[in-house]
């Protein structure tokens, strides 16, 4: 049964031995999803809440609001994602000369974990129209990435400066979004 507390205990144990145990401990988690919502609660507000921040790790509690996009981003620390309801399609880019390219994509449903390394480019898409829940482990302080973190803007692809406060009400605006045409 996932216990919230145990897994962040674990991660904090895993974390010094690299993505593979993180890997590993998520792909557990994600095998009880029932378990993970027991704990979490049935998702009512798009948004990335944190439930554990040091240094050398963050899990955060991601929930996309309904066809909500998030542009590319990179991370400069490995993530492990562990989706335990809807869907996160991801697009992967590499840069090419001052912009980027797209290069790959996956789809990830409930039970499925990626990895992602530290210099990884993703977008993230929920295709669907319910909220989707991911947790997402960080190597790292991912408020407080030791190289900067780049976005690169959805319409141009020209990269900027990561802003987590753009990203929370890309949030919010999504699930206002939703709100509005759901009445
Ligand atoms: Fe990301």
């Known amino acids: 049964m996932f216990n919230k507390d145990r897994f962040i205990e674990d991660c ?7 993505h593979e145990a993180i890997r590993e401990l998520m792909a557990e988690a994600v095998s ?3 378990g993970i919502l027991a704990e979490f609660g049935a998702p009512e507000h798009a948004g990335l809440t944190p439930i554990f921040r040091s240094p050398a790790l963050t899990v ?10 998030l542009m590319p981003h990179n991370h400069q620390m490995f993530s492990v994602v562990g989706i335990y309801a809807g869907r996160e399609d991801n ?27 530290s210099d990884v480019i993703h977008s993230v898409l929920n ?3 319910k909220m989707t829940c991911a947790i997402h482990v960080y190597g ?8 900067p973190r780049s976005e690169w803007d959805h319409e141009t692809l ?19 979004r939703f709100g509005a045409s759901t009445g």
Not at 158 to 176: C, D, G, H, I, T
């Open 12 to 18: 904090v144990r895993g974390v010094a031995e690299g």
């Open 32 to 34: 009880d999803r029932a």
């Open 60 to 69: 955060i509690n991601f929930v996309w609001a309904p066809c909500m996009c």
């Open 91 to 117: 697009i992967f880019w590499q840069r090419t000369g001052p912009t980027i390219a797209a290069t790959g994509a996956r789809s990830l449903g409930g039970g499925d974990v990626a990895t992602l390394d």
């Open 127 to 129: 295709p669907i129209g």
């Open 140 to 147: 790292g302080d991912f408020f407080a990435p030791p190289t």
């Open 158 to 176: 020209s990269e900027r400066p990561w802003n987590v406060e753009r990203v929370k009400s890309l949030f919010r605006e999504a699930e206002a």
